[in-house]
């Protein structure tokens, strides 16, 4: 048996988002997602997958509504509806919840709705 070598492994480049932590708790406390995090489409749509998987996740006041809501506000209208959808496909029951937040952004978005 031979010996093997050294192994190099490459440099690391930036950590895909899908691999990062997510601070939400930061987020919500901050009341908006810092500049630059989002930064395409395909990672917003992912922040919010991950955002509905959040909320739907930790125990009653962990967060407020009021926090909620600044962090959906500080979104793309678009994802504030992909919010929304997400939220109801993965558990109808919790829009009782999230009554009062829905129908104000599905009020302030009817226009999105259906694009």
């Given at each position: ?43 917003a749509q992912q922040f919010v997958e991950r ?42 029951e919790s829009l009782k919840h999230f009554a ?16």
């Amino acid at each position: 048996m031979g010996t093997v070598g050294p192994m190099t492994t490459p440099p690391p480049g930036p950590l895909p988002f899908a691999a990062q932590a997510v601070p939400f708790h930061e987020y919500l406390a901050a009341g908006s997602v810092p500049e630059g995090l989002l930064s395409s489409d395909y990672v917003a749509q992912q922040f919010v997958e991950r955002l509905v998987h959040y909320v739907l996740s930790v125990p009653s006041g962990s967060y407020t509504m009021t926090q909620l809501g600044k962090l959906l506000e500080s979104l793309d209208p678009r994802h504030q509806v992909l919010f929304f959808k997400r939220l109801k496909e993965n558990s109808p029951e919790s829009l009782k919840h999230f009554a009062p937040l829905y129908y104000g952004f599905m009020a302030e978005f009817h226009d999105l709705l259906f694009t």
